[in-house]
């Protein structure tokens, strides 16, 4: 196995004749589940990932002596950045929490040096993850397709999503036990309706990591989170169970997670434009790099949810060039979120914030 990291050069990416057309298309499959939204709820929410489970204030701590390949961007340099984190789940409607879906959890890092991407206001770094290991569409082009059929189905026949989410979690649970495992599944609704807490979250696509390239991970350390992996919710007749349960944990618990980058070892084995393929661990391991810390507070916090929930967008290209987003889906993720939150912005008359702008 090859055991030096891959460098970064901008060759790594294979662009397409299509992309912009495919932009385009993602642009109006989210104006669809923004109007019809922002039209049913007589306020706008996010396309994607529209519920919040809970908005924090954290920090985040750079590890001192780093070896040089992981002493890349913001990590070349110990120190302590405040942090704003927000745990959702994928939907771009909100939904109750009978049907359940994928975690997310982004964060906004703050005072982060170094050449800006090309329209990245301000100076924070933003991470946005979810609690598994891939991406749902191979291309673009695919996730396209997903997004019509979602925007199809937003905001409609609740009670049909409410069975069929206890339907698919029953096949996923099925062919779990036979080794199989089901993104496509999860995303419709048949994911564990696990606590957020204690959940590993990934970027399941590859940015660049100053000289190499590499793939991002929180990972619960905290005893307390610990003991809540795996753990279930209880969401019978509660339709925001998540929330509540997240806010009771959180006035008492002191979190932190164990933040890892996975650098790229083989370019075949760990590919940049196909982000169903997941980067074994056994070939590319998870490296500390630092930690994020959140002490016990409200995670339902009136004024937080108005600045978090409201007042701040998360996207994978704010930040700095040296944690440029690379491969298709990435590429595809730029234009059509930042339309998304200029949608909200416009609509809710409440702009977004960038630290620093």
Known sequence: MINTPVRYRPDVEDLQPDEDETIAGLCSAFDVILERTAKDYGHAVRSVHAKAHGVMIGELIVDTDLPPEL??????????????????????????????LPRGLAMKVFDVDGERLPGSEGNAQDFVMVNGTVFQAKTADKFLGNLKLLAKTTDRLEGTKTVLSSVLRSVRGALETVGIESPAINSLGGAPNVEPLGETYYSVTPFRYGDYIAKFSL?????????????????????????????????????????????????????????????NESEAPFRRIGTVRVAAQDSWDPARVQQINEETRFGVWTGIAAHQPLGNINRARNAPYRHSADFRARVNACPYREPGA
């Open 219 to 279: 990972k619960p350390i905290a005893p307390s989170q610990a003991v809540l992996t795996g753990e279930l919710i209880d969401v019978d007749g509660r339709e925001d169970a998540i929330r509540e349960d997240v806010q009771v944990e959180m006035r008492g618990l002191d979190a932190e997670w164990e933040f890892r980058v996975q650098l790229c070892l083989d370019l075949e084995r760990q590919p940049i434009e196909d982000p169903t393929v997941e980067w």
């Open 71 to 100: 002493a890349q961007g913001l990590f070349a340099t110990p120190g302590r950045h405040k942090a704003l984190l927000r745990m959702s789940t994928n939907a771009g409607d909100i939904l109750p929490d009978a049907i359940s």
